[in-house]
């Protein structure tokens, strides 16, 4: 039998590397929820609990994101580093507003595009924390900001990109 670090070091290497791969594309798609199913029966196996334990506990103490917090915080990342692409409020109507710093949605009527990558990217950043959105020019700054400990620091309230997500990240 391995060690509890070894199992994780394990996951990192062969799940967590396969399930990030792409997330951006597919992590808000109905698919994914079986993905989640076996990244939990996973976690359980590294611990060694039953199926029946809550599993949000056994995240925190692997300090291993969830599927969709992984998720959301790739598509942060994605936002940031892409900055150039998308443009804020103020640089579209350049009144000074407590929204200001927030990315400016395009208009999109197919749900096709609301779900894809850039328009979720800015409903998610724009759901952000401002003292966490304030780091957006500094990209390492931004990413330790974003997850203190492997845990996923945004607001549960408005976050959707296309179904809850609520249940999934945590504080």
Not at 41 to 65: C, H, Q
Not at 140 to 151: C, G, S
Request: glycine share 4%; no cysteine; proline share 4%.
């Amino acid at each position: 039998m391995m060690s509890q670090e070894t199992l994780r070091m394990v996951y990192f290497a062969y799940v967590h590397t396969i399930m990030s791969y792409g997330i951006i594309f597919g992590g808000n798609q109905p698919q994914s929820e079986n993905i989640f199913k076996i990244q939990k029966r996973v976690i359980g196996i590294i611990i060694n609990s039953r199926a029946r334990d809550p599993y949000r506990g056994l995240f925190k103490k692997l300090e291993i994101l969830p599927l969709y917090s992984q998720y959301i915080f790739s598509l942060s990342i994605f936002v940031i580093k892409n900055k150039h692409l998308f443009s804020t409020n103020y640089q579209i109507h350049s009144v000074h507003t407590s929204f200001k710093t927030n990315l400016h949605p395009p208009i999109a009527n197919l749900t096709k595009f609301q779900k894809g990558v850039y328009y979720s990217g800015i409903k998610i950043f724009n759901n952000l924390p401002h003292n966490r959105k304030d780091l957006a020019n500094e990209t390492k700054l931004f990413r330790n900001a974003l997850i203190v400990k492997n845990i996923l620091i945004i607001r549960d309230n408005l976050v959707k990109t296309g179904r809850e997500l609520k249940a999934y990240y945590f504080y």
